[in-house]
């Protein structure tokens, strides 16, 4: 029973968080663009190659996510952010998502009016 209780309550909060999405997402269909917001002051994440073409870890996941969502994983334009002004740019509007190093705490999230959908990176 413990079990089933799980489940629900975990389909619940997926069903509560696509909701809170889904004016961001139809925001990415109309533009036809994912803006992700990267820094790139962490090496190996988010950084311009030589020839100015975005590559790393973070850029890796937002030309997956421009892929599922967009279809086209070359639709992404990278918004570099410092640690002051990441969450300020994806409730600006100026930013869709946040790829680069954010931990998520109790006060991040009921405090910055964003949905942390989960970890993708461990480290320690």
Not at 13 to 30: M, P
């Amino acid at each position: 029973m413990k079990y089933l209780g799980f489940i629900a309550a975990a389909a619940t909060a997926a069903v509560v968080s696509a909701g809170a999405l889904a004016g961001t997402l139809e925001d990415v269909k109309k533009a036809g663009v994912l803006r992700c917001v990267v820094s790139t002051g962490i090496a190996g994440f988010a950084y311009p190659d030589d020839s100015g073409k975005w590559k790393g870890f973070d850029i890796d996941f937002c030309r997956a996510t421009a892929a599922a969502v967009l279809g086209d994983a070359s639709k992404i334009k990278a918004v570099t952010s410092t640690g002051k002004t990441r969450f300020t740019k994806l409730n600006s509007g100026e930013g869709d998502v946040l790829w680069r190093n954010t931990t998520i705490t109790f006060s991040r999230d009921v405090g910055v009016k964003l949905t942390f959908l989960g970890v993708n990176y461990y480290d320690g």
